[in-house]
Nanobody, 120 residues
């Protein structure tokens, strides 16, 4: 499985940004997909995840009500719509995939990071 993340950039506080992850691989549709982020000096954290079917999603408390994850099986993409962005959302965002939805065990595959910078 290969993951290619895109969509990062500079955005003002209160603004929106949409990240996209293009996944390739024969069985990628069977994988749960997630978005992690890592801010300077902090550990990588799971921001949001979606199960293989797209029917179940989860969010970190810090982004609930502001971020929305979605996946498109036809396009093999997973998007993260980020609204009402805050400076504390500034981080490198990583797309990830794993078999099963127990993200406490980490990811099986990682994409390259894409930097989101939120200015105040």
């Amino acid at each position: 499985v290969q993951l290619q993340a895109s969509g990062g950039g500079l955005v003002q506080a209160g603004g929106s940004r949409r990240l996209s992850c293009a996944a390739s691989g024969r069985t990628v549709s069977l994988y749960a997909m997630g978005w992690f982020r890592q801010a300077p000096g902090k550990e990588r954290e799971l921001v949001s995840a979606v199960n293989w079917s797209g029917g179940s999603t989860s969010y970190a408390d810090s982004v609930k009500g502001r971020f929305t994850i979605s996946r498109d099986h036809a396009k093999n993409t997973v998007d993260l719509q980020m609204n009402s962005l805050k400076p504390e959302d500034t981080a490198v965002y990583y797309c990830a995939a794993r078999r099963g939805s127990n993200w406490s065990n980490g990811a099986d595959y990682w994409g390259q990071g894409t930097l989101v910078t939120v200015s105040s």
